[in-house]
């Protein structure tokens, strides 16, 4: 009898979790990937955002969140990551949960 709720407890602590907020993220930067918003601003984009009013999207407030957004972005375009991936687990992140959120972002 002891033994389902052993392997339930072992397979729920080797299951990368994140939480509902960083689950947003992910989804914003996904979605932020598909659209192009993610990019470099040149001189067009500027005199677009001058004569329109129109600004590019703000880096989130919170670093740790920010790195998981960027971390998706160049996931989705196929840029290289070590960078971000050592950030990540600076900020607390477990190897699990980055390779999870980098195969959910392909």
Do not use: Y
Request: glycine share 6%; hydrophobic share 40%.
């Amino acid at each position: 009898m002891t033994m389902p709720a052993q392997s339930r407890s072992a397979t729920q602590a080797a299951t990368p979790t994140l939480s509902a907020l960083e689950w947003k993220v992910v989804s914003l930067a996904m979605r932020e990937a598909e659209s192009g918003s993610i990019e470099r601003r040149g001189w067009l984009s500027r005199w677009i955002e001058g004569s329109t009013g129109i600004r590019p999207k703000l880096p989130l407030a919170d670093p740790r969140l920010e790195t998981l957004r960027r971390f998706v972005g160049r996931v989705r375009a196929r840029a290289d990551v070590s960078d971000l991936k050592n950030r990540l687990v600076e900020f607390g992140f477990d190897p699990g949960q980055i390779s999870a959120v980098a195969l959910i972002a392909r």
